[in-house]
């Protein structure tokens, strides 16, 4: 947890003593400085990128690993200090041994979930190794790739890129990828970051190394769920026996044990519990549908979307049989019409951000009809969607 994130997490105590202090350390979402028990992969992604430190860019590689396994919070981390050494030294990235090298490489991270087309995927590089404003109006893509080459045309100069969440639905492709890599300096390598087995994808044809991210073990989850309750509130507010209790149901997923747990701390501190009992880790585990997806790729969603998905949460307890029905019922708490409403609800059952679920009354002639089910951890989505919206508020009125 950084400096700044202490410092708001004892803004936020009004005095009395709570079981939870900060809500971000238990997110999923959330990535920690310093991630636990992540040494052996992080030296093994250094091991790659160790030409840098001689003078040269390392070859394109493949990171893969399944969900919950911690590529993005090794990836993330390490991305991060790399790019302020680098911008902290203006030169070369070199020890007291290696003085000759004269290399300053770019350490640049895209989200494929934010980054979602060739055009945005060009903008996001430039935007991060360059100062000046790139616009996202009234340019073309050959504009954007050519502005990349010019800028990268000085001696010396180059790109780590890190590409992450390649393949999922509703962000890059792995074909498209290929074709955009296509367009990219000769300067630039990068480490395609997925979910997909090697011998499943064309990317590997375009890499010299694959590099592979294992779930975690017990043990080491455990310490995981330990340490984010620490940061969230107190040690003591989660038993150890509970927290293997988490890493037991998970099977590995740090995304899913830390959602629950999560969970757990919010429905302790609705029953003002002390600390989490096993009730509210049960609560916190029933609140993670399995198989499910990354809260990240709900919140990845505009802010319309995330806004029609809040108000589906609310319907969960009264659920109507039907999309249609739904449509109609979030149409009156956001300011789009039921049609939109039902079209962007459709468009999310294909993206697998929800599910429909053929509703059980069969009274009617025709095709039953379907309600929707979320396919993402609801607990933690709907108190951090509140908690930025809040923000959000207090910005705008900070800034007035």
């Keep these: 947890m950084n400096i700044e994130s202490r410092i708001k997490r004892r803004q936020r105590r009004d005095g009395e003593q709570r079981l939870v202090l900060d809500y971000e350390p238990l997110s999923p979402t959330t990535h920690l400085d310093e991630p636990v028990n992540c040494g052996p992969v992080l030296e093994r992604l250094l091991d790659h990128i160790d030409p840098v430190f001689d003078g040269t860019l390392p070859p394109n590689a493949y990171l893969y690993g399944p969900k919950g396994a911690g590529k993005s919070a090794v990836v993330t981390t390490l991305f991060e200090r790399l790019s302020c050494l680098s911008t902290t030294n203006h030169a070369a990235i070199h020890t007291t041994t290696r003085v000759r090298a004269t290399f300053s490489p770019e350490f ?14 060009y903008h996001a590089v430039l935007d991060a190794i360059v100062d000046d404003d790139i616009p996202r109006q009234g340019v073309k893509t050959e504009t954007l790739q050519s502005r990349l080459q010019q800028v990268l045309e000085r001696p010396k100069s180059g790109v780590v890129l890190a590409v992450d969440h390649l393949g999922e639905p509703g962000t890059i492709g792995d074909s498209e990828f290929i074709d955009i890599c296509a367009g990219l300096p000769s300067n630039i ?11 499943e994808t064309p990317l590997t044809d375009y890499t010299a190394a694959q590099i592979e991210i294992e779930r975690y073990q017990r043990q080491v989850l455990v310490d995981v769920l330990m340490t984010r309750a620490s940061a969230g509130g107190s040690r003591q ?3 150890h026996r509970l927290a ?25 501190m609705l029953n003002q519990h002390a600390t989490i ?3 509210d880790v049960n609560a916190g585990i029933e609140a993670v549908p399995r198989p499910g997806i990354s809260l990240g790729r709900a919140f990845a969603l505009p802010t319309n979307r995330q806004r029609v998905l809040r108000h589906l949460l609310e319907l969960q307890t009264d659920q109507p049989d039907s999309v249609r029905e739904a449509s109609e019922r979030i149409s009156e708490s956001v300011s789009l019409s039921a049609a939109t409403i039902k079209r962007i609800l459709y468009e999310l059952a294909e993206d697998g951000i929800v599910r429909r679920v053929t509703a059980e009354r069969t009274n009617r002639k ?13 607990v933690v989505f709907e108190r951090l969607f509140a908690l930025n919206y809040a923000t959000k508020l207090s910005d705008a009125a900070q800034a007035q």
């Design 108 to 121: 640049v991270y895209v989200d494929t979930r934010q980054t979602t087309s060739g055009f945005a995927f």
């Design 277 to 279: 009992t096993a009730a």
């Design 189 to 199: 390598s990068w480490i395609a970051i997925s979910r997909t087995e090697p011998s």
């Design 366 to 378: 025709g095709r039953p009809p379907s309600r929707l089910e979320p396919c993402f951890p609801t």
């Design 244 to 268: 293997c209790d988490i890493a037991d149901w998970a099977d590995g997923d740090a995304h899913d044990a830390l959602a629950a747990l999560f969970g757990a701390a919010d429905s302790a």
């Design 237 to 239: 507010s989660l038993d």
